[in-house]
């Protein structure tokens, strides 16, 4: 899809370069980086749909999977990873898929993502104290 912003852009390509102008920011390094990849229901239908997949593979022809939600996401989640800066290692990055308006999934993602900061936590407390 075509952004308002920028017409030689697309808006993932306008995400992509916010995810690694915020990334490289040393306070961001210093903590926990969780990316969401949200409205994943529509992407999944749209994914299916022949027109839209033929679309998506001319915006990204090193895309070389099926019209799965799967690979799609693996290779969307693959595009930010590329975009970490050298210091940072792409464990570091915890993503998610999501559908906001699936509450139930949303808690189950919100109750993960507390255990993973609470995890990173520890982990930087006892690091700090050795």
Not at 39 to 55: A, G, P, R, V, Y
Not at 90 to 118: G, P, S
């Amino acid at each position: 899809m075509e952004s308002i912003e920028d017409k030689d852009k697309t808006k993932m390509d306008l995400s992509l370069d916010i995810f690694e102008e915020m990334m490289k920011s040393e306070e961001i390094q210093k903590v926990c980086s969780i990316l969401f990849l949200n409205k994943i229901d529509l992407f999944s239908k749209k994914i299916q749909m022949k027109h839209c997949f033929t679309e998506f593979q001319r915006i990204y022809p090193q895309y070389k999977g099926e019209n799965n939600l799967e690979e799609a996401t693996d290779f969307i989640k693959s595009l930010f990873v590329s975009r970490l800066p050298e210091s940072m290692d792409q464990d570091e990055l915890y993503v998610h898929r999501t559908c906001t308006l699936d509450t139930k999934a949303m808690n189950t993602v919100f109750e993960a993502v507390k255990d993973y900061i609470w995890k990173k936590r520890m982990e930087d407390a006892v690091h700090d104290h050795i």
